[in-house]
């Protein structure tokens, strides 16, 4: 079960507590998204976080993405945070500016 606690004073501090499941980013998205409505910087702070699903890490990936900052994120949680923004990179070309003439086998011009 997860819990949170707000606290304000510059920022708005979102203390998480407990397991963030999948279904809980929904709700933690809504309230995320009126936190930052007025302008201030939110933090999570992941101190207290026991256990986490891959749906969760993919949002507090996201978070991170949308400049909401997490503080005392577990090293575990960190590295498979750290997976979740690789994978969803888009692939570079790593022939981009390589130049190759490709001619079919037995052609002799």
């Known amino acids: 079960m997860l819990k949170i606690q707000r606290s304000a004073n510059c920022r708005v501090v979102l203390t998480l507590s407990g397991r963030i499941e999948a279904e809980d980013a929904?709700?933690?998205?809504?309230?995320?998204?009126?936190?930052t409505a007025g302008q201030r910087h939110v933090v999570l702070d992941l101190r207290d976080v026991t256990l986490v699903n891959e749906g969760a890490v993919k949002f507090l990936a996201d978070c991170e993405t949308d400049s909401i900052k997490l503080e005392n994120c577990p090293a575990y949680i960190r590295e498979w945070i750290e997976r979740v923004k690789r994978s969803n990179q888009a692939p570079t070309n790593?022939?981009?500016?390589?130049?190759?003439?490709?001619?079919?086998?037995?052609?002799?011009g």
């Open 26 to 35: 929904k709700d933690l998205r809504q309230l995320l998204d009126l936190e």
């Open 94 to 108: 790593s022939m981009k500016g390589f130049q190759h003439d490709l001619k079919p086998v037995g052609w002799n």
